[in-house]
């Protein structure tokens, strides 16, 4: 990056197209939500792959299922294949489906079926949101007693709070592209996307206090008297190219990954990347420039008293 770049000044910039990402994402959350999986769900999914010559049609594949009186979720075609998620059924019953599938298409597939129960469901779905929030509040504590030696012109805390701010805007980000994906493409969340969150708050992290740091070396050596909008402008400057060094390197590594990758395994790398990228952005546009627009305001709320 250009040294006389002015990143702090068209801060608002920045933090407009950082809500020009979030807002339809809290949209889509709001109005749809997530698509669980039946990791978190409980239920049964049966992915079979018709013949060429197929009859098996939606009404087909419900019939059958009632007739074994269990309830269908809902059916998704998927290429060649065609999903079933229903309520959870045991070996014996799946077994009997697919019997009854293979009559009435003898050349039918099954590909894979999984069955999770309702309680083990909701407990994982408990135990994951439990293991996001432990892992900010453990980042928020380290980084308030990281910075603890700062305290002037921003507090200790206040980087700590900015920390919680920057990682929820990157989980954010990601949590609300996925539920424009599970609206649109019926993509869902399972156990894997949880492990790509707790990824991306790693890496968000790490990229925001290696910019923290060079702020608060940066504040000791200004024995001048620096302003602090520049301290901090510079600060980032001079961390920002090992940032997105760092970053490009990992994009290019999981971007190889989507061209061998299929399913669950291909949506957890996206989930990584939209993190990743949105990580790398927050590090740098959002999260020191969100320090200086803390300080202004402090500034000019001590003039009005």
């Known amino acids: 990056m250009k040294n006389n770049m ?3 000044t068209k801060r608002r910039w920045f933090f407009a ?3 020009l990402v979030l807002v339809p994402g809290l949209i889509a959350l709001a109005l749809f939500g997530l698509k669980f999986s039946i990791d978190f769900t409980g239920g049964s999914k049966l992915l079979i792959d018709p013949s060429q010559d197929s009859i098996l049609q939606r009404n087909t594949i419900e019939d059958i299922y009632k007739k074994e009186g269990i309830e269908i979720h809902n059916i998704v075609e998927q290429g060649n294949e065609i999903l079933i998620r229903s309520i959870p059924m045991s070996q014996k019953k799946h077994e009997k489906v697919f ?6 298409d003898p050349g039918v597939k099954e590909n894979s079926f999984e069955t999770v129960g309702a309680v083990i469901g909701n407990e994982t779905k408990t135990n994951a949101i439990k293991a996001v929030v432990i892992s900010i509040i453990a980042i928020t504590l380290y980084v308030a007693f990281a910075f603890r030696a700062v305290s002037q012109p921003v507090a200790s805390w206040k980087f700590g709070i900015v920390t919680i701010i920057t990682l929820a805007h990157d989980i954010l980000v990601t949590v609300g592209i996925f539920a424009i994906l599970g609206k ?5 969340v399972d156990s894997l996307f949880i492990t790509a969150l707790l990824t991306i708050l790693g890496f968000s992290v790490h990229d925001t206090i290696v910019v923290f740091d060079r702020i608060r070396e940066n504040l000791k050596k200004n024995s001048s008297g620096g302003s602090f909008d520049i301290i901090v402008n510079n600060s980032i400057l001079e961390t920002a190219n090992r940032s997105f060094n760092t ?3 990992v994009i290019f590594v999981l971007s190889a990954l989507l061209f061998f990758s299929e399913g669950p395994i291909f949506w957890f790398v996206i989930a990584l990347l939209i993190g990743i990228i949105s990580g790398v952005y927050s590090s740098v546009f959002t999260a020191a420039p969100l ?9 000019k709320h001590k003039k009005k008293k």
């Open 99 to 104: 019997d009854e599938l293979a009559k009435k």
């Open 17 to 19: 197209l950082s809500g």
């Open 184 to 188: 649109v493409f019926q993509v869902e």
């Open 247 to 249: 970053s490009v390197t």
């Open 291 to 299: 320090l200086v627009e803390w300080y202004e305001w402090d500034k």
């Open 6 to 8: 002015n990143i702090i």
